[in-house]
């Protein structure tokens, strides 16, 4: 049994590390402001919640203390957001990530596994993403995921601080909130035609998303856990899968069996045309297999959406 320390644990992600780290019989700690997590999605799960905040040097000290592991997944997940509020984002995705390193060091953890993200390729339209691709980031969001990665490098190379960064590809799945502005596109068309209402799509449809379900991203970080060789290293997580959004639209007409035909309106300046990745690298050296297809992801987030 080790000791865990989840960041963002009362999360859409978060809170499904949680719940498997716990199954699998470990200790399981959890750091979270309750900005944009809840408390009811760790019911039923024996985790030890802090409630603080990354610029919080003691909560950082009591979260860390003790953990062998920590899951970085605390941020500021919105593009949107760290546009209109470009401080005080990289205050938290940032100088917050920073705190918890040097936190991590002082407590003597084994390893971090930073939550990262594939904005870290911006507008480069080559497709499959991989990891030796140069980052160029367009939004303060997807810069503040590329500074993470770099600190994180830094300190495994300088201070011995193992770490691992996981660039995530459109994660959903239960308990992503239809509300939230860090919501999904998926969880937000799902809850839209399960209402009878008609989604709207930017431009003709036929960008594509590589739609990860959170059970491959939990398989992820276990997988990062356990390989000590990967120390220092960057991995795309998706499912090397490309799904266009008509295809998204029509796969959930097919699971409600309705026939709901979208609004099409005007495309979004910068809207990344194709997104997929290369994953052959988290296979090789994480033994990272995404487990749970597309189709069935889709099955048991409708299926949450529908009692939730």
């Not at 993403?129 to 490098?153: D, F, N, W």
């Not at 996981?166 to 035609?193: C, E, H, K, T």
């Not at 036929?206 to 990967?230: I, K, L, P, W, Y």
């Not at 799904?243 to 796969?251: E, H, M, P, R, Y």
């Amino acid at each position: 049994m080790a000791r865990y320390l989840v960041t963002g644990g009362a999360g859409f992600i978060g809170s499904h590390l949680c719940t498997r780290l716990c199954a699998e019989g470990h200790d399981v700690r959890a750091l979270d402001d309750l900005s944009s997590g809840h408390r009811s999605n760790l019911d039923g799960v024996d985790v030890d919640l802090i409630v603080g905040d990354l610029r919080d040097r003691d909560a950082l000290e009591s979260a860390t203390d003790g953990a062998d592991f920590v899951l970085h997944h605390a941020a500021i997940a919105s593009v949107q957001f760290s546009v209109e509020h470009p401080l005080e984002e990289q205050d938290v995705n940032v100088v917050g990530t920073l705190r918890l390193l040097e936190a991590a060091r002082a407590a003597g953890v084994k390893r971090v596994v930073f939550a990262a993200s594939a904005a870290a390729y911006g507008e480069d339209e080559t497709v499959p993403k991989q990891e030796s691709m140069r980052a160029q980031p367009i939004s303060p969001y997807g810069l503040s995921k590329v500074t993470g990665e770099h600190y994180c490098r830094v300190w495994s190379h300088v201070f011995g601080l193992e770490t691992v960064c996981l660039r995530y590809f459109n994660i959903f799945g239960p308990r992503q909130d239809p509300n939230s502005p860090y919501s999904g596109v998926i969880s937000i068309f799902a809850r839209i035609m399960l209402d009878g209402r008609i989604p709207s799509i930017h431009g003709d449809g036929e960008q594509s998303r590589d739609f990860t379900f959170v059970d491959n991203v939990v398989d992820a970080n276990m997988g990062a856990c356990a390989v000590s060789s990967t120390a220092g290293e960057i991995y795309n997580i998706g499912c090397a899968r490309a799904i266009t959004i008509n295809d998204l639209v029509q796969a959930i007409n097919d699971e409600l069996g309705t026939d709901l035909q979208p609004d099409h309106v005007q495309a979004r300046a910068g809207d990344v045309r194709a997104s997929l990745a290369d994953i052959a690298a988290a296979t090789s050296d994480l033994g990272y297999v995404p487990t749970t297809s597309f189709e069935e992801g889709l099955r048991q987030t409708l299926a949450w959406m529908r009692t939730a």
